[in-house]
């Protein structure tokens, strides 16, 4: 009688594999996702901080002035010109988008026409586009349209 050896192959299935493959997929597209959501939010706390350090900028040279400015980004992002009258500056750059470097943020005075000389501007209004559509801030408006905003969620500061 013929004796037949039995030989142990060492390796893996292809189901194993597949398995396996699945499995490490499904992780990545979790972790992708997440790590999307992260960045968006993050780009929204730096817009909201970046109209917090124009608003106080902003609020500072209404009490030297007696007026806010007519317009503040009077050169495009990112070579924006900073906050100053006279020899005193606020400012030194005005901020830009985070995510869109050439766009800087929404800024209207009021009343219209205002020149900040013999028309005073009173108040203002500074906005921001912000990518979380979930975000429950209470100065968050919608919807918001602006021609370079790709949500409909926006972030507004004003004063008075």
Known sequence: MRKFKI???QGFTL???VVVIAIISIISAIITVNFVEVNK?????????DLQTVKTALEIYRSDSSTYPPALYTVSCPTSSGLSSGST?????LPCDPQKKDVGYDYVSSPSGCD????????????????????TDNNIITPYSQSTCTSQTGYRVTNP
């Open 7 to 9: 030989v142990n192959k």
């Open 15 to 17: 189901i194993e594999l």
């Open 41 to 49: 939010r993050g780009r929204d706390t730096t817009r909201k901080s």
């Open 89 to 93: 500056i606020y400012l030194t750059k």
């Open 116 to 135: 900040g000389a013999s028309t005073p501007c009173i108040s203002y209004t500074l906005t921001a586009c912000v990518e979380n559509d979930k975000d």
